[in-house]
């Protein structure tokens, strides 16, 4: 899953689902490798140290990506809508090599690297547009 638009977009929101059915919606910092995308539980302050995310995807596996631009030229915007098969990695070395991407991605990692788990999401399919 190579697409440059995707490498260098900085936030998306991940869509679970909830024990009730309902969408759960959260933004998110990510990195992609081949067509895996990972995201992890950093060391921001939360109310719980269990996130709705992570067991939203333990209990529903099936999860959507939506990574998009916005600009007043409406001719520069652009989406892309990815969903696949969430796997959540607590303690493995495909987790180490995720943290390792994040942090390539993202300084705040390098000073403080994630303590929690990484949700990492085999892409299933991926649609797109542009303005």
Not at 37 to 42: K, R, T
Not at 59 to 67: E, G, K, S, Y
Not at 106 to 124: I, S
Request: aromatic content about 6%; hydrophobic content about 35%; charged content about 35%.
């Amino acid at each position: 899953m190579q697409n440059s638009r995707l490498t260098v977009a900085r936030v998306a929101r991940l869509a679970t689902t909830d024990p009730d059915g309902r969408p759960h919606l959260v933004p998110i910092v990510f990195a992609v490798e081949g067509d895996t995308l990972y995201s992890a539980v950093d060391r921001k302050a939360k109310r719980s140290r269990t996130l709705r995310r992570i067991e939203n995807a333990r209990a529903r596996p099936d999860v959507t990506i939506l990574v998009d631009h916005y600009e007043e030229d409406w001719r520069r915007l652009w989406w892309i809508r990815i969903r696949g098969h969430a796997r959540v990695l607590d303690e493995c070395e495909e987790r180490e090599r995720a943290l390792a991407l994040l942090s390539e991605k993202y300084p705040q990692y390098r000073a403080q690297p994630p303590d929690g788990p990484v949700l990492a999401v085999d892409v299933t399919e991926v649609r797109e547009w542009t303005g």
